[in-house]
């Protein structure tokens, strides 16, 4: 086991013999004929496979985690271990995940696809084009952009659209700082109307949002009609159904819409399928991937991005609602050295003991199991392992886990792959098969925005209060005026902190939540109050990852991890 933890994530993956993607689906009593091959490994699946009946048998499992630390949780790792766990012990599971962005994988993460002997395969292929899911949202999205621009120019067709009222940028799935402001429609009338605009990150997309919340095709473009683009020099709102622009963009996404199965090291299913930021966005692959992996299994493991106050709580209030569903059991991921890192210890310092910053840092997993319980679900920790964790620091978590009323359990999904989340699996198990009341939202949607933004905040968060800038103020009115308000909310915050400032690590009590703006996503269906500097187009760190990404003359990647 010491010689398989030298190894680099892509080393192990690629030490594994992969199986051929139909004899994964047999697992899932799939032939050929129900699939659409994308080579050997990697298949789409079509939408006709869906089985509401069956959905209501499966048993949905969540993970989620604490906040987010430089020193890293393990959610996706954790994920497809205990789906590994699962399946050895006789519960046939899949697990359904994000697809990873490119802006991460060469930037700073290198990739997302789990790690060491828990992941899924063909990680290569994962990490970077995959099946072109994220290419055709970006066309998709870049279309909508262009029609725009030609309207703008267009004197025979024109809508008379106020180009200062325009917030739809273009987007590409790449870290890109220079493109984050820039100017269009320069060098004489032939080329446009100049205006400011930009790019965002392909993850940050509406049209992102929009897949990964459609129940079908019909869905899908009706959602991108909705899609609000800004306002006519008098006043009248304009959407992209305007435009008459929803037909090409979704038969753009007519093969993206499909979920993509994959494999897990121990060749168990894996279905991947979109992914939207959690902290600008849902945070959570597509309602139609889960629901796939719940129509063909008895359960199904699935993650929401970042902490629980972000993703989780945007996988019930948005997605959950929208889709009809309700986890039966809630896995919160923790470390050691992210609890000493809540605890105030510094980055550099968490491989040496410190008890007491790893009893301080609990008060971060405290709020995270509060948050499941006001939603009415039941929740067990998993503590990820490391070789540095000490026994009196592992027991502190799960001596004040114990207090929490939660159940803590050891995983060493990294190390030993699925047989090392085998009491966790029957843990959650146990816990999933016996409840299925239906979770608790946080707000109702009749409820007016500054009430649903109040209550995630006071709850979820733990404010005292939330303040709006004249800005946000003038966004409020602008969604009465549109009718919008019964959309539910998906604020924009940092993952770093439960408040909206970065460095407020631990459990930040009393706080006043500021939202500068308010922008609308009416064809995703919800709408967003941006806190603090939201980044949606990333820029690249000193030394990227890309520059340690290669290739052979045999096709070999290496530089992934």
Same mark, same amino acid.
């Given at each position: 086991m010491d010689s398989k933890k030298l190894q680099s994530d892509i080393e192990i993956a690629q030490s594994i013999s992969l199986q051929k993607i139909t004899k994964v689906a047999q697992k899932l009593n799939l032939d050929e004929s129900q699939l659409e091959l994308y080579g050997s490994y990697k298949a789409k699946l079509p939408l006709s496979l869906i089985n509401e009946e069956k959905l209501r048998k499966c048993k949905l499992i969540l993970v989620s985690a604490i906040s987010p630390t430089p020193a890293g949780e393990g959610k996706t790792t954790t994920s497809i271990g205990l789906a590994e766990g699962l399946n050895k012990i006789g519960k046939k599971t899949t697990v359904v995940l994000r697809e990873p962005s490119l802006g991460p994988v060469f930037g700073i993460k290198g990739g997302a696809t789990g790690g060491g002997w828990s992941q899924v395969l063909p990680m290569e292929d994962i990490n970077l084009h995959f099946t072109g899911d994220f290419s055709a949202i970006e066309k998709a999205h870049n279309l909508l952009a262009a029609l725009i621009d030609n309207n703008l120019q267009n004197k025979k067709h024109n809508l008379g659209i106020d180009a200062r009222t325009v917030a739809w940028k273009r987007v590409m799935d790449m870290n890109d700082r220079s493109l984050r402001k820039i100017t269009i429609g320069l060098g004489g009338t032939g080329n446009g109307i100049p205006r400011e605009t930009g790019f965002d990150i392909t993850a940050a997309s509406e049209i992102m949002a929009i897949l990964c919340l459609s129940k079908d095709l019909n869905d899908l473009k009706q959602k991108m009609g909705n899609i609000f683009v800004g306002f006519t020099f008098d006043k009248k709102p304009i959407f992209a159904r305007d435009l008459k622009a929803e037909g090409a963009m979704a038969a753009l996404l007519k093969d993206a819409i499909k979920p993509n199965l994959v494999q897990t090291i121990e060749g168990n299913p894996a279905i991947i399928h979109g992914g939207p930021f959690a902290n600008i966005a849902q945070g959570t692959n597509s309602i139609l991937a889960t629901k796939m992996g719940m129509s063909l299994s008895d359960y199904v493991v699935t993650e929401a991005g970042f902490g629980f106050d972000l993703g989780a709580e945007k996988f019930l209030?948005?997605?959950?609602?929208?889709?009809?569903?309700? $986890?039966?059991?809630?896995?919160?991921?923790?470390?050691?050295?992210?609890?000493?890192?809540?605890?105030?210890?510094?980055?550099?310092?968490?491989?040496? $003991?410190?008890?007491?910053?790893?009893?301080?840092? *609990?008060?971060?997993?405290?709020? !995270?199991?509060?948050?499941?319980?006001?939603?009415?679900?039941?929740?067990?920790?998993?503590?990820?392992?490391?070789?540095?964790?000490?026994?009196? /620091?592992?027991?502190?978590?799960?001596?004040? *886990?114990?207090?929490?009323?939660?159940?803590?359990?050891?995983?060493?999904?990294?190390? @030993?792959?699925?047989?090392?989340?085998?009491?966790?699996?029957?843990?959650?198990?146990?816990?999933?098969?016996?409840?299925?009341?239906?979770?608790?939202?946080?707000?109702?949607?009749?409820?007016?925005?500054?009430?649903?933004? !109040?209550?995630?905040?006071?709850?979820?968060?733990?404010?005292?209060?939330?303040?709006?800038?004249? +800005?946000?103020?003038? +966004?409020?009115? @602008?969604?009465?005026?549109?009718?919008?308000? !019964?959309? $539910?909310? *998906?604020?924009? @915050?940092?993952?770093?902190?439960?408040?909206?400032? $970065?460095?407020?690590?631990?459990?930040?009590?009393?706080?006043?939540?500021?939202?500068?703006?308010?922008?609308?996503?009416?064809?995703?269906?919800?709408?967003?109050?941006?806190?603090?500097?939201?980044?949606?187009?990333?820029?690249?760190?000193?030394?990227?990852?890309? /520059? @340690?990404?290669?290739?052979?003359? !045999?096709?070999?990647?290496?530089?992934?991890?």
């Open positions: 209030d948005i997605k959950c609602r929208a889709a009809g569903l309700s $986890p039966n059991a809630v896995v919160i991921v923790a470390t050691v050295r992210a609890l000493k890192y809540h605890g105030g210890k510094p980055l550099k310092q968490l491989s040496s $003991p410190d008890a007491k910053a790893v009893e301080k840092g *609990c008060e971060n997993l405290e709020k !995270h199991l509060e948050n499941a319980r006001q939603f009415g679900i039941p929740a067990v920790v998993a503590i990820n392992k490391f070789v540095t964790d000490t026994e009196e /620091e592992l027991n502190i978590i799960k001596s004040k *886990c114990a207090v929490f009323g939660a159940e803590a359990v050891f995983s060493e999904v990294w190390a @030993k792959g699925g047989e090392g989340a085998i009491e966790l699996a029957e843990k959650v198990s146990k816990i999933a098969d016996r409840w299925s009341t239906p979770f608790m939202p946080v707000y109702e949607l009749n409820w007016e925005p500054e009430q649903k933004i !109040h209550a995630i905040a006071t709850k979820i968060y733990g404010a005292s209060s939330v303040e709006y800038s004249t +800005d946000a103020r003038a +966004d409020l009115k @602008k969604i009465q005026t549109l009718n919008l308000s !019964h959309l $539910p909310v *998906c604020i924009a @915050k940092t993952q770093k902190s439960l408040s909206d400032n $970065p460095e407020l690590i631990g459990r930040p009590r009393d706080f006043v939540l500021t939202v500068r703006q308010i922008e609308i996503a009416a064809g995703a269906g919800f709408i967003v109050p941006i806190t603090g500097e939201m980044m949606r187009m990333p820029g690249l760190p000193d030394e990227p990852s890309a /520059e @340690k990404i290669d290739i052979d003359e !045999h096709g070999v990647i290496s530089g992934l991890f």
